[in-house]
């Protein structure tokens, strides 16, 4: 291991800078508006940089890396889905346009606008669940990737994540959104340039050519085509495909985005470019991991493989750079993360639930002290949850368990007449079914030190599991809305 | 080189160039509008306090 003092003074200078950001942005937040969605003056630019640095996380980064370790070149279609779908929303306006226009802080507040307060604290529960859910997966990745890029002992592994909070929750509490989107556009510059430098290095290594016949020997020759992948295959890609518009429109981080825009118009340019940044966010770091099981072998460990094989091939001062941007994208994921679900928690559970208005600085302080209860949360599930399976399926179970329900009930809403409320909550009760029942069963057999697998693991395969779950979402809208359709009070009220 | 190989190789140079020239614009256009950013936010807040 090569990282100098040199390589730890760029990652000091950048860590220096996200907290004088987060001070100077603290003096600029008068209102929750402010606070969540940065007053709505984000334009072009660093929208992009924005929407691009809060879904290119070090987590992301590690679960993309691990697929190509494991899969080759199969799992690029991740990426090419993930970015079709950004543009063909960024194309057609399908969603993000006409939510925009309502000027909404969540898209959990738009359930209540179209159905009812009910269906707004459900859909902010299960997006709770599933956003807590994540964020201790998001800081064990993180510290995994730390631990093995910077050659700090394994011991450590807790300590880091506990320090990676602290920073994380301070510098959230202090600036808000304004922080967060302003240290996303310094994330952005130190990734972006540090990604391709890693890239060009990676396949210098290998060789252009080469790695592809390299990657050919180490995985088969079947290995690349996704549709005929054991891994992936035609359940997985209509999967992913629903999967990811869903990530475009419902995911909290993405919707405040969508939210925070100067106009609903920007939106759709904000889509269309992202789905280009979108490609090389999967393809770079799958390249690496494929590098990554070329230089270890298909023995090696696939999770920490990747920040391994690059501490080993970068030169000084690359190695440091490269070490800031993926702090840097681990504090960007992590902070927006944080406020999103926060802004969920206030805004969609306590101030309904309460009844009673609550002041702007009232809003404010509940939110900070979110943040800080969902960093001590997000602490405490990191360091005692296992993953069983890879961290991206664990991610995509926890995920659906909103999605499933919440893209039928917020498209439905939006386009169909006939939505009504008892198909708003059936659609989140039946797509909530499947992956909730997973992922619940399995952290009760770890609490209880059992290690098979249970029930819902056999059920269906993790494909089907989610793919299920999506069709059963849209079938709950769908029954629920046709058969109670006639009755006035159910009726939802139209956007 | 089989048909999928040729695809990966295609679609990656396509994500890296584009990720390059995106990534460019916004780097250097995206300082500008966080300093617009930090410079409105600031307004709005000198206006509430009845400042000019």
């Given amino acids: 291991m090569r990282f100098s003092t040199f390589d730890w003074t760029l990652v000091a200078v950048y860590v220096l800078l996200a907290f004088a950001i987060g001070m100077l942005a603290r003096k600029r937040i008068t209102n929750i508006a402010d606070y969540l969605v940065a007053g709505r003056h984000i334009r072009y630019n660093l929208g992009v940089a924005s929407l691009v640095a809060t879904e290119l996380g070090l987590v992301t980064m590690m679960y993309f890396a691990e697929q190509g370790y494991r899969f080759g070149f199969a799992a690029f279609i991740i990426g090419v889905i993930w970015a079709a779908a950004y543009f063909m929303i960024g194309q057609t306006g399908f969603v993000v346009e006409r939510i925009r226009q309502l000027e909404i802080i969540t898209i959990t507040e738009y359930f209540q606008v179209r159905y009812s307060r009910g269906v707004r604290v459900l859909a902010a529960s299960l997006l709770t669940i599933a956003g807590v859910l994540s964020l201790g997966v998001f800081l064990k990745l993180g510290a995994v990737f730390i631990v093995n890029f910077t050659d700090i002992p394994e011991t450590s592994l807790h300590l880091t994540m506990t320090v990676l909070v602290v920073i994380v929750v301070i510098y959230t509490i202090l600036g808000g959104m304004v922080s967060v989107v302003l240290t996303d556009y310094v994330q952005f510059v130190f990734l972006a340039i540090g990604m391709l430098m890693a890239s060009v290095f990676v396949l210098h290594y290998h060789g252009v050519i080469s790695i592809f016949e390299k990657a050919r020997e180490l995985y088969g020759a079947g290995a690349m085509n996704p549709f005929t992948h054991p891994e992936y295959g035609w359940t997985f890609i209509a999967y992913w495909a629903v999967f990811a518009v869903s990530g475009c429109v419902l995911w909290q981080p993405v919707a405040q985005r969508i939210l925070a825009s100067e106009n609903p118009e920007l939106n759709r340019r904000i889509f269309k470019s992202t789905s280009v940044m979108f490609l090389g966010r999967a393809f770079f770091p799958i390249l690496w991991g494929i590098g990554a099981a070329l230089y270890f072998g298909a023995a090696g460990d696939p999770t920490a493989g990747m920040p391994k094989f690059l501490a080993e091939i970068l030169p000084i001062g690359i190695l440091g750079f490269l070490a800031a941007g993926m702090f840097a994208a681990l504090m960007s994921t992590d902070d927006s993360y944080l406020i999103a679900w926060s802004g969920i928690i206030v805004q969609d559970l306590i101030a309904p639930l309460r009844g009673k208005e609550i002041s702007e600085s009232g809003r404010v302080m509940l939110t900070r002290i979110c943040v800080f209860m969902i960093g001590i949360l997000m602490l405490i599930f990191g360091i005692w949850y296992e993953l069983k399976d890879s961290a991206f399926r664990y991610l995509l179970d926890v995920t659906t368990i909103y999605y499933a329900g919440g893209l039928p009930v917020l498209v439905a809403g939006l386009y169909w007449k006939r939505a009504n409320l008892p198909g708003a909550y059936l659609a989140f009760a039946f797509g909530a079914f499947l992956p909730l029942a997973f992922v619940a069963e399995d952290i009760i057999l770890q609490a209880r030190g059992i290690g098979e697998p249970g029930f819902f693991n056999e059920l269906f395969s993790a494909n089907m599991r989610g793919l299920m779950s999506f069709v059963l979402g849209f079938i709950g809208m769908g029954i629920g809305s046709i058969i109670t359709g006639n009755s006035p009070a159910l009726a939802g009220k139209q956007s | ?52």
């Fill in chain 2, 1 to 52: 080189m089989d048909f999928w190989e040729i695809v990966w190789m295609v679609a990656f140079g396509y994500g890296t160039l584009g990720f390059a020239f995106i990534a460019t614009n916004v780097i250097v256009k995206g300082f500008a509008e966080a300093r617009s950013l930090l410079h409105e936010l600031g307004g709005e807040e000198e206006k509430q306090e009845g400042r000019p």
